[in-house]
């Protein structure tokens, strides 16, 4: 009999391991903590959904009709908890057990073909014939070289909890995505003084339009994503304005949401309009508690809160097995199938924009349909991965318009229906038109 397994319980983990369960495979979980849900435990207090509940949750699962329009942290980690109790995830997932390796089983094959071993850190080595990698993507942080040389407190995004973290007075922020915005405005909003450091122009959008979540405004999914994109600029054009309008805030180089980067959030804006943010352009280095910026100016802070992202680690995997361009592992199939590795997937390591958890259970769904290919065939290995890799571009992003993810499953879910229909009459070709 077939065994798989998952690692990680965060959303992503509870996820592939409930579609597994219920397309009747034999799964073992690994959490190398004590409780599901991941870094909703851990994420800063004033965390909130950019994304509305009604269009955040998993499947059959809707999220509690009695939560807001955009729920609070401690909300979405008690939902993926109830998600958990409801489906008895809790009495198969081995917590307190940390996986510290997984390697492909011996064989004249291609890399995973016939399996991996899973090692534990209690030094059980276990065999399965397929594992789903589920272990997160923001954990592992990321800050710059020139944080080395600041003497005050300092705080990465992913370990700030709230303004309880902060010393003195005079805050800045580095880093303007959605969690650098959050932090700025929770200090501001807490009356320190605080500057954020936005190197790039960047298109902020409202998470509303006429006081509906913007993902549920019906009668936009009438348009293209092409038109969408351009609605949506208009639309935040009018309720917020454009770069001009804030001081200091550097213009968009992109003509698109879809071309770069996009934050989903007015609030710094408000601030930034009241005084209590100041923007601030690239650091050019520091000096004990001095920042000098790139634009000649300098000035002192007290504390540093650094937005500046994550490496997205797999620090059970071989550096050798893992093929990267811009830090990212390269992938196919809508993210899901690692470069060159059989047998393995990555369940939340593409996050196409707009809701995050109903996406682990299609990406578990994809993957479950290449197990079964497998299992289908002579030996118990069909060669997935190397025919998507012949006929799909490799990708590296993590952030990723959803339009282009979703023509990526798409595509997948094309090649493999080739592939299976190839099967049932001859070799699988080459390549499928």
């Keep these: 009999m077939t065994r798989y397994a998952v690692i990680g319980a965060g959303a992503a983990g509870v996820s592939a391991l409930q579609q597994l369960r219920r397309a009747g495979y034999d799964v073992d979980c690994f959490e190398k903590t004590d409780r599901v849900g991941g870094h909703w435990h851990t994420d800063y207090d004033a965390l909130h959904l950019i994304t509305s509940r009604d269009m955040t949750h998993f499947e059959d699962f809707p999220m509690p009709s009695d939560y807001p329009h955009f729920p609070r942290r401690d909300q979405v980690r008690e939902y993926i908890e109830s998600y958990a109790r409801h489906h008895g995830l809790s009495d198969v997932i081995r917590f307190n057990t940390a996986v510290v390796a997984v390697t492909p089983i011996a064989t004249d094959g291609p890399v995973g073909s016939a399996g991996w071993t899973v090692t534990l850190d209690s030094g059980e080595r276990i065999d399965y014939d397929g594992v789903l990698v589920g272990n997160g993507h923001l954990w592992h942080q990321k800050k710059p070289a020139a944080s080395a040389g600041f003497t005050g407190k300092q705080v990465h995004s992913g370990s700030y909890r709230n303004t309880g973290d902060i010393e003195g007075s005079r805050v800045l922020v580095v880093g303007a995505g959605n969690s650098g915005c959050d932090l700025a405005v929770d200090a501001a909003q807490h009356r320190y003084e605080v500057d954020i450091v936005i190197r790039e122009g960047t298109y902020f959008q409202p998470k509303s339009y006429f006081g509906v979540p913007r993902q549920e405004v019906a009668w936009l999914s009438a348009f293209a994503p092409d038109e ?179 023509d990526q499953m798409a595509d997948t879910d094309r090649l493999l229906d080739a592939f299976s229909a190839a099967r049932e009459s001859e070799p699988v070709p080459e390549a499928v038109a």
């Design 228 to 406: 969408q994109d351009l609605i949506s600029r208009l639309l935040a054009r009018v309720s917020i304005g454009e770069a001009k309008d804030y001081p200091g805030m550097p213009v968009p180089k992109h003509r698109s949401l879809a071309e770069g980067s996009t934050v989903v959030n007015s609030l710094l804006l408000y601030w930034v309009q009241h005084g209590r943010v100041a923007i601030r352009p690239g650091i050019e280095r520091i000096a004990g508690t001095t920042v000098h910026f790139t634009d000649g100016t300098a000035r002192d802070y007290d504390t540093i809160l650094w937005a500046t992202g994550f490496h997205s680690s797999l620090p059970f995997l071989a550096d050798d097995l893992v093929e990267r361009r811009c830090g990212a592992p390269l992938r196919f199939a809508g993210g899901v199938v690692p470069k060159g590795l059989e047998k393995l997937y990555y369940i939340g390591m593409a996050a196409p924009r707009g809701p995050q958890i109903p996406v682990y259970g299609v990406q578990a769904k994809l993957a479950i349909r290449m197990i079964a290919l497998h299992e289908e065939a002579p030996g118990g290995f069909a060669g997935v991965q190397a025919y998507l890799a012949g006929l799909q571009n490799e990708e590296h992003r993590i952030d990723i318009v959803r339009a282009i993810w979703n």
